[in-house]
């Protein structure tokens, strides 16, 4: 009997959903935020609404399925302890008797909105899922696993790795008792060595310094941050502070007796940037903030070097999304290799529990050591759509180019229109990689300022990234390093950085995507025609949305954002709309 294994990610933002096979093919992922174009999915189940039509889509009938979630009954139960002795009361944040450690660096408040949030989505998990079942598999049986939180992090991030053997760091917020866990991956197999167990989190930390930078980080605003860091210097008096916060030694990260933890934020909030002031003030502490968050994790995996568990290293969990830091790290570490997944945050646990799942069914079954893993796993734009826009849309200037779409794309991008670029299937991830991207020529200096301006309306600090065909790599990039899912930067060199300005940051870097045909033929095709036109391998690439809204899901989010934007071609598929 055919088993189809649903994995879910179940916490309280980044919710996602993927549908695996029982061969290891993962047949579907996609995050909450995409269908409900809402940033994050804040407080929304993966499995909410309409699940039933995709489990049509992808799965048969008479088959048997597998729902696993992405934290530990465990860790459910200790929850549920909290909520029987009424930590989730009203009473709770003022009644002594209730407290939990105060050694962390937000609010106690904080923290218990969290706990509560993740009480609430793991009780509720799976619940879509099952009504959809029975609603369309009556005749399926149905069990439910959990997983750890962090081995899903790092089930995901080694699986869908390149190597046969790594060591993998999980960094993140908050798990299962902390913030790091090290695993060894080999034979297939994902073993924990050693859990940092405690409240110290290089992940809350990255949050404190982006909410004084004036950011949100409850909806993802740690990307500002890095975007801006670049234009600032140290802050002596704050690095020192930071540092003085949390620093590492001894295998562990460290925080301050809790009198010194509430002087320390005390004396940062000198420093934060004052509400409706402009951006730009908060360079300085932008930079001094990136600069602590590198250093500290510099020097942790230093020490997972030391282990000597492999020359291959695998980041999962939310910070493998600082790819200003990715870029240093094997100049800066004793490991020759790394590998970041195109979700590391908590959207790619649902893949990292499906696996678990299937493997725990299946210990002989080979999920890893695949050369390249595809994020191309979401939903597409409907034909049925399509024909619904050519007969009722009345949409002016449209043309359909089976054979030449590439072609004349390029031929767009180089006369210096702003191009919607839509095809295939989504990708899973927070970034766009030429499937559901905006594309601009890199060449013209003003092309940044003019995409952020006329389309993303974001600040001017924000960067692009070059998305560049693999065999120009190194004519481009020092110390290149293939970078299939946008998940690190890079120093160009110094004799090309003239030739495509809009594309290199302040620090003489590119948050790069290395292209190839084999992993995404459209998109190879249509760099080579701009190529083959201006002599240049590269497109400027940036996800297909406006700020604070997730990258388009639809065709319907496709048209209303260009007739709304200053974009001036809409390819989808191989259709093109211009103005």
Known sequence: METYYIGLSNTFHDSSIAIMNNQGEVLFAEATERKLQYKRGLSCPADNFDIGRTLKKYCKKGASFVVATSWSQDYLEFLDRLERLGFFSEKSLTNPLLQLPSRYIFSKASIYTILKLQH???????TGILLALQQHFPESKVSFRSF?????????ACYTSPYENAACAVIDGYGEGGSISIYHYENDKVKEVRLHKGPQSLGWLYEMITTLC???????????VMG????????PEAYKLIKELCWYDNLRLH?????RIIAILKELEAFKRAPDSDPWTAADLAFTGQTCFSELTTAMLKDVESLKLSANLV??????????FNGTVTSTTGFNKLFVPSAPADDGNSIGAAMLALKE???AIKLGSKSFFTPYLGSAIQEEAIKRMLQLGRVNNIRHLPLSIHKETAAKLAEGKLVAWVQGRAEFGPRSLGNRSILADPRPEDMKNKINSMVKFREEF?????SILHEFGDTYFENYEETPYMERTLIFKKEVKSQIPAVVHANHTGRLQTVKKEWNASYYKLIKSFYDITGVPIVLNTSLNIMGKPILHSLEDAIGMFYTTGLDVLVVNDYMIEK
Request: hydrophobic share 30%.
């Open 120 to 126: 609430q989505y793991q009780k509720n998990a799976g």
């Open 148 to 156: 750890s939180h962090h081995l899903a992090h790092a089930a995901y």
């Open 214 to 224: 004036g950011f949100d980080w409850f909806t993802g605003e740690e990307w500002k």
């Open 228 to 235: 801006l860091a670049p234009y600032g210097k140290i802050i």
């Open 255 to 259: 925080y301050p007796p809790v009198e």
């Open 315 to 324: 980041i999962g969990g939310g910070c493998g999304l600082n790819s200003s």
């Open 361 to 363: 069914d299946n210990p």
């Open 462 to 466: 924000r960067p692009f990234a070059p």
